[in-house]
T-cell receptor
């Protein structure tokens, strides 16, 4: 159980274009999803918390207008990198937690990540 | 605030060697503790967990014990394999906001 699917697994785009990354919870409903960014050989940086039906909560220093997050249903959150530039190239990972998972001691489930390369 | 400190890597071991990756935490209360593993080019997978003091999490030969007195959750494996080469993250959920706090990650390289 508790599977999170993330697509695409990799994408190459031209500078100035926008890229959408999808994160789906396949067998559970996730009212909250999380988006992380990971730089080479570094830990995960939490970018934002995606809340179903409401605005995302962004971490300090993350540009809301550049990284648009939409959580329109209980099983889907999307991250759109707008007007992408080479410095946005990174590994993006989403995460979700099944209802009651924390209380039951289960961890968060992560997507397989998306490698974004902006050329 | 809540935080996790992990030993720096990379850690390079020969196959069948003993592994320890240290993790200590600072938190309000007694949160669940997790170890995640990230294989090259992939997302994170939950390796093991512990929900209360003195609990021992175990999976795939890895073990970690929740030590309240030393606020530690060190990861151990008695005999590592080349296939264990990955990045290992210690993590705990923040008391508020349900966000996960990660350690910096420790790269493990196992050579045959």
């Amino acid at each position: 159980g508790a599977v999170v699917s993330q697509h695409p697994s990799w994408v190459i785009c031209k500078s100035g274009t926008s890229v959408k990354i999808e994160c789906r919870s396949l067998d559970f409903q996730a009212t909250t999803m999380f988006w992380y960014r990971q730089f080479p050989k570094q830990s995960l940086m939490l970018m934002a918390t995606s809340n179903e039906g409401s605005k995302a909560t962004y971490e300090q220093g993350v540009e809301k207008d550049k990284f648009l997050i939409n959580h329109a249903s209980l099983t889907l959150s999307t991250l759109t990198v707008t007007s992408a530039h080479p410095e946005d190239s990174s590994f993006y990972i989403c995460s979700a937690r099944a209802p009651g998972a924390l209380q039951l001691g289960y961890g968060y489930t992560f997507g397989s990540g998306t490698r974004l390369t902006v050329v | 605030g809540d935080s996790v400190t992990q030993m720096e890597g990379p850690v390079t071991l020969s196959e069948e060697a003993f592994l320890t990756i240290n993790c200590t935490y600072t938190a309000t209360g007694y949160p669940s503790l997790f170890w995640y593993v990230q294989y090259p080019g992939e997302g994170l997978q939950l390796l093991l967990k512990a929900t209360k003091a003195d609990d021992k999490g175990s999976n795939k030969g890895f073990e970690a014990t929740y030590r309240k007195e030393t606020t530690s959750f060190h990861l151990e494996k008695g005999s590592v394999q080349v296939s264990d080469s990955a990045v290992y993250f210690c993590a705990l959920p923040m008391e508020y906001g349900n966000k996960l706090v990660f350690g910096a990650g420790t790269i493990l390289r196992v050579k045959s």
